[in-house]
């Protein structure tokens, strides 16, 4: 789609199934199971949705999806695609990895940094984009890469995973909220990590958001509905609230991650749910 000067569109960076528990943190099945009935795994379809922008020339991705170098007991507990799914559906868009001029990360949890970066045929990790240059969040990069213990499930192996980007060269950090380029902006959300950013697009006037992690499905616009994976819960609903605040009252576009069945949702307030999905989007 056109926004203003800005081709925008998703790509999926590859379906997979989620841990009920953990998409809903605190919510009690039975209000969830409604809407969204898990598998006999109590696994719930998840995409992992890309953002790809055409800003002035320059061709832009954020987020990279899950990648092809999980190990084999992950790919099997989350069912996920075999091979690149992101580098097979660039290609079906028409885009080759040389092509990506920058890659924003959102934050840097596997399911959306797993992507950046490729096994080569001798075995080494490379990243998957050659020519781009890598955005993220200094706060969010510390975190990923300390090693800390207790964020081993959320950011596997950063040495082998991560710190490939900064080896060549092409990682760019940036504090707080800063114009990536024209017509990109961050937003330090924090909550579901402490570095977590949305994403603005911005052109003549129209406005997109990509939320990551803070709204990842339509089922997460009720501001309660909050992933257990998050770091800083209570910030994670503060923020919300404001976002889809900002989203509803100015009539933006809200991008979604995870939504296995919507690219991008209208949102408007409610009094029952605090926001509701006004139009659903399927794809771009
Ligand atoms: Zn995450």
């Excluded at 890469?145 to 950063?158: F, I, K, M, V």
């Excluded at 760019?172 to 990590?193: A, F, K, M, Q, Y």
Aim: aromatic residues 6%; contains cysteine.
């Amino acid at each position: 789609m056109k926004l203003g000067s800005i081709e925008l569109t998703t790509v999926s960076g590859g379906v997979c199934r989620l841990d009920a528990g953990t998409l809903y943190g605190v919510v009690p099945r039975v209000l969830w199971e409604r809407k969204t009935p898990p598998d006999e795994k109590n696994r719930i379809p998840q995409q992992t949705n890309c953002v790809l922008a055409t800003i002035d020339g320059r061709t832009v991705l954020v987020d990279t999806g899950y990648g092809s170098k999980l190990p084999e007991k992950q790919q099997r507990n989350l069912a996920s695609e075999a091979g690149d799914p992101l580098l097979r559906n660039l290609k079906a868009a028409g885009f080759e990895p040389e092509d990506i001029d920058v890659v924003v990360f959102s934050h840097l949890h596997f399911d959306h940094a797993g992507g950046a970066t490729r096994f080569t045929e001798a075995g080494e990790i490379i990243p998957a984009f050659p020519n781009a240059e890598y955005v993220a969040q200094r706060r969010e990069w510390v975190m990923a890469t300390s090693g800390l213990a207790e964020l081993r499930g959320a950011y596997p192996h950063p040495q082998e995973n991560l710190l490939p980007l900064q080896a060549s060269g092409q990682l760019r950090l940036i504090d707080g909220n800063v114009e990536i380029l024209p017509g990109l902006r961050s937003i330090v959300t924090g909550g579901h990590t402490e570095g977590h950013q949305a994403l603005l697009f911005q052109s003549e006037g129209q406005t997109a958001v990509f939320l990551g992690d803070i709204c990842g499905t339509r089922m997460h616009l009720s501001v309660m509905w909050c992933m257990a994976y998050d770091t800083n819960l209570m910030q994670t609903r503060r923020i919300k609230a404001d976002l889809l605040g900002e989203v509803a009252d100015n009539d933006w576009l809200a991008l979604l991650d995870h939504d296995p069945d919507y690219a991008a949702v209208r949102v408007s307030r409610d009094d029952r749910s605090d926001f509701i999905a006004s139009e659903l989007i399927e794809s771009l």
